[in-house]
């Protein structure tokens, strides 16, 4: 059974700073792997999705990148702003399984 | 945003009482999803649906039943609704087969259900 873990569960960090969220997966047989934004009393939104042949994405300050054998995912927030404020999903999908597999979430602060 | 809305957003109800959230889409998107979020479990996947009248279960289908009529309506039921069952419950949406490289999910704003 495919399980996805998020390691900070909480970060808090001073405007300015570049991050780092950790998102690691017990089964590396993944078709993709997506990272999603989560405000509070909201719904998901997709920030970035890597195909299982596809070593990273970017899309603005944000990079995510995927080592499959490792069962490894970073997401890399450069220059991090107030707004970035949120929780941090990553879910993966998995061939043979219809459905993605979500970890439970970075909260992550950044203070003015 | 997709057009993705959900009804009703809030909802208190009593134990052993039937329930009823819909899920709507203007977008015309083929697959439908129900998923529950929970502190400590994240999201985890009801039900989903695959077309007009093609439904599947999740992994925690159990005390919930869909339907789906028409393309842009997803509706879940709590047959006879527990404490166990309150949870705040989104309904997303894709274009795409889940097995599909290049799929991604789009997400209704959640309907907060309390069962007393």
């Known amino acids: 059974k495919q399980e996805v873990t998020q390691i900070p569960a909480a970060l808090s960090v001073p405007e300015g700073e570049n991050l780092v969220l950790n998102c690691s997966f017990t089964?590396?047989?993944?078709?993709?792997l997506q990272w999603f934004r989560q405000d509070p009393g909201k719904g998901l939104t997709s920030l970035l999705l890597?195909?299982?042949?596809?070593r990273e994405q970017t899309s603005g300050r944000l990079n995510a990148s995927l080592d499959k054998s490792s069962g490894r995912s970073t997401l890399y927030i450069a220059a991090s702003q107030p707004g970035d404020s949120a929780t941090y999903l990553c879910?993966?999908?998995?061939?043979?399984?219809?459905?993605?597999?979500f970890g439970k979430g970075t909260k992550l602060t950044v203070n003015p | 945003d997709a057009g993705i809305t959900q009804s009703p957003r809030h909802k208190v109800t009593e134990t052993g009482t039937p329930v009823t959230l819909r899920c709507h889409q203007t977008?015309?998107?083929?697959?439908m999803y129900w998923y529950r979020q929970d502190p400590g479990h994240g999201l985890r996947l009801i039900h989903y649906s695959y077309g007009v009248k093609d439904t599947d279960k999740g992994e925690v289908s159990d005390g919930y039943s869909v339907s789906r009529s028409k393309t842009e309506d997803f509706l879940l039921t709590l047959e006879s609704a527990t404490s166990s069952q309150t949870s705040v419950y989104f309904c997303?949406?894709?274009?795409?087969?889940?097995?599909?490289?290049?799929?991604?999910?789009?997400f209704g704003p959640g309907t907060r259900l309390l069962v007393l």
């Open positions: 879910a993966v999908s998995q061939g043979g399984s219809e459905k993605l597999v």
């Open positions: 977008e015309n998107h083929r697959y």
């Open positions: 089964d590396s047989a993944i078709y993709n």
């Open positions: 997303a949406i894709s274009e795409y087969p889940p097995l599909a490289r290049q799929e991604t999910q789009y």
């Open positions: 890597i195909q299982s042949s596809q």
